[in-house]
């Protein structure tokens, strides 16, 4: 967020709802994913809320699918995104918006090995 306000000083309130429209409607989003993912023909639960085998089964599928989604999201904002640069903060500033964009694609990295094991 904040590196979006420095792009768009005057623009704060739009930039802060366009963002926060966008966290809260990827939560709906996501749902409907998982509903058609893991049980698309809306099985009911057998005895004690327990679903079949079939459905427990496509619960790895859909965190998968949710890790290539959010990870191609986060490179698609590495490689759009670039510091924003001012004269007054120097090299060190530069250094640490790329030491910060490092530490995202090491996350993602450990998450695939994580799933993929």
Known sequence: MRASWRHYPNKKGLITGVLLAGFGS????????????INPFLEKPLENNIYSKEIAN?????????????AAVGFISII????????SKGD?????????????????????LLICR
């Open 26 to 37: 990827s939560s709906s989003i996501f749902n409907l994913i998982a509903d058609r993912l």
């Open 58 to 70: 496509k619960v790895p599928l859909y965190f998968l699918v949710v890790l290539i989604a959010t």
């Open 80 to 87: 759009i995104l670039f510091p924003y640069q001012e004269s």
């Open 92 to 112: 060190n500033y530069m250094k640490l918006e790329y030491l910060v964009s490092w530490e995202i694609i090491k996350f993602h990295r450990v998450s695939i």
